[in-house]
């Protein structure tokens, strides 16, 4: 399925002195990737931009180029869109390991390919399926957060007021390698996919994400579509400022017809 509408925008928030979340919409080749460069660490903007700049290019040139030499091998258990995604991610990992120590950034990419979305991401930066009247968080946070809901210790009420919240648990360009947590999902008609850094994920509860969304698309008419595409972007990121505007905030929605 190739048949989709796609907006993407960033913002530096009401805090940060400088915007470190990079984003690429490439819809000529189904991709969508976000990437926010870790805050407190030298360099956060330069690695989100290098991370994005490596995988857009790899993955570019992996799906043009059937000969290319693969930098990690291939896992043949796991669909060539996964090898592909996660051998860019791991290539930009080296790049950014190898630049600085210390620098380092999250991220969450998306590939569409025959009705098929593949997803690969490392971080807290997530990706969301709307689906009907429904939100489900696809992704799954590495983090402190994360790690200590999953134990049962607090809940993901308690996560937001959580002390160490912020503290990332996997990230680019931290370690000489990494392992990105991948899944394949399958698309149907109005499908909405967001793509968001922890600035938009870490403001908004998942029903305010639903409403804002649901409620910029009350008929999905096909001529204005784009528009409320755009709209619901807009309506994101301004209401996470509204709520504090704490970090930069990037949001990318890909919505199938």
């Avoid at 696809?138 to 607090?154: C, F, P």
């Avoid at 390698?177 to 999902?185: H, N, P, Q, W």
Wanted: glycine share 8%; charged share 25%; net charge negative.
């Amino acid at each position: 399925m190739s048949n989709f509408l796609v907006c993407g925008k960033t913002d530096i928030g009401l805090k940060r002195h400088r915007n470190e979340d990079n984003y690429a919409v490439e819809p000529e080749y189904g991709l969508f990737v976000v990437a926010d460069g870790m805050g407190g660490h030298a360099g956060g903007d330069m690695a989100s931009s290098m991370a994005i700049e490596t995988v857009k290019n790899f993955i570019k040139t992996a799906l043009s180029d059937h000969e290319i030499t693969w930098p990690f091998g291939m896992d043949h258990s796991l669909p060539i869109e996964i090898n592909i995604i996660s051998s860019g991610m791991r290539l930009a990992n080296r790049y950014i390991f190898n630049a600085s120590k210390g620098m380092g950034t999250t991220m969450v990419a998306l590939l569409v390919r025959d009705n098929k979305a593949y997803i690969c991401h490392a971080g807290d930066s997530r990706l969301y399926r709307i689906r009907g009247n429904s939100i489900e968080q696809i992704t799954e946070d590495h983090s402190l957060a994360a790690e200590e809901i999953k134990r049962g210790t607090i809940t993901k009420e308690q996560a937001r007021n959580y002390s160490l919240k912020h503290v990332i648990t996997r990230a680019i360009g931290i370690n000489a390698d990494i392992t990105c947590d991948c899944s394949v999902e399958s698309i149907i008609s109005k499908d909405i996919f967001l793509l968001c850094s922890d600035g938009l994920s870490g403001m908004l509860e998942e029903a305010e994400i639903l409403d804002i969304i649901k409620s910029s698309h009350p008929s999905l008419v096909k001529e204005s579509e784009e528009g409320l595409l755009e709209e619901s972007c807009e309506k994101l990121i301004k209401r996470a400022n509204e709520k504090g505007g704490h970090d930069n905030i990037t949001a990318i929605l890909v919505k199938f017809k």
